[in-house]
């Protein structure tokens, strides 16, 4: 059984790195990404976090940089993108070479979702997610026809159950390869560092963190073996978010 999270649980004499995962994490889920709420106070709590721990901060998300940024406008985090598909450090962004998922596909899975209310499709640089949160009962008819076109032609890419939504991406794109790319960094390397996540998508990122001596904290029910601590929900994150005070 995880042991319910706190930062005075964490090794003291080591700094932190700290990796936030958005959806489902720092926010509420919404029946789709774009109508997702962002509370008041979670911008500049996170430029604070950000700033304390000189600049050993990044959010690693599913969405597409551009999509995230439109939820912290003016501000642009440092930031994984599309599972580590994409990255902005210092202000450059980076593309990650990787296959695409083809044309055919995205146009038959949103076909799909413009067929089925409550079935929403997302469009990604590299491939696309189709979520049915607000039509649970079209589960298996979205999982049955992504996977019987994913039977006909599967280049470099994989299929991902994430939570009340399925997700096309390229193989060796993932949230663990995000966090070691962040690690290689100056700002980065040498510290602990501290993932929160909450679906299946962050199971990647949890399983490298061994790796640096850091902690994995997952976000609500779920019980995966890679993490060692939980948290209720959002709101209890952003409440630790709020008191923590990082070591210099």
Known sequence: ???????????????????????????????????????????PLLERLASDLHGAFAIITGRPIESADRLFRPTQFTMA?????????????????????????????????DANPGVAYEEKRLGFSVHYREAPEKA???????????QKDNPGLHLLHANMALEIRPD?????????????????AGRMPVFFGDDTTDDDGFRVLKDYGGVGVVVGHRRPPEALYTVKDPATIRVLLSELKPAA
């Open 1 to 43: 059984m995880l042991e319910d999270f706190t930062f005075d649980k964490l090794d003291s004499s080591r700094p932190i790195a700290l990796f936030l995962d958005i959806d489902g994490t720092l926010v509420e889920f919404a029946a789709t990404p774009d109508e997702v709420i962002v509370p008041p106070m979670l911008r």
């Open 81 to 113: 993108g599309l599972h580590g598909g994409e990255f902005r450090f210092n202000g450059v962004h980076e593309d990650v070479p990787a296959a695409y998922a083809p044309r055919a596909w995205k146009d038959a899975a949103k076909a799909l979702a």
């Open 172 to 188: 060796g794109i993932d949230k663990g390869h995000a966090i070691r790319h962040f690690m290689q960094m100056p700002q980065f």
């Open 140 to 150: 298996a008819l979205v999982t049955e026809a992504i996977e019987t076109a994913m």
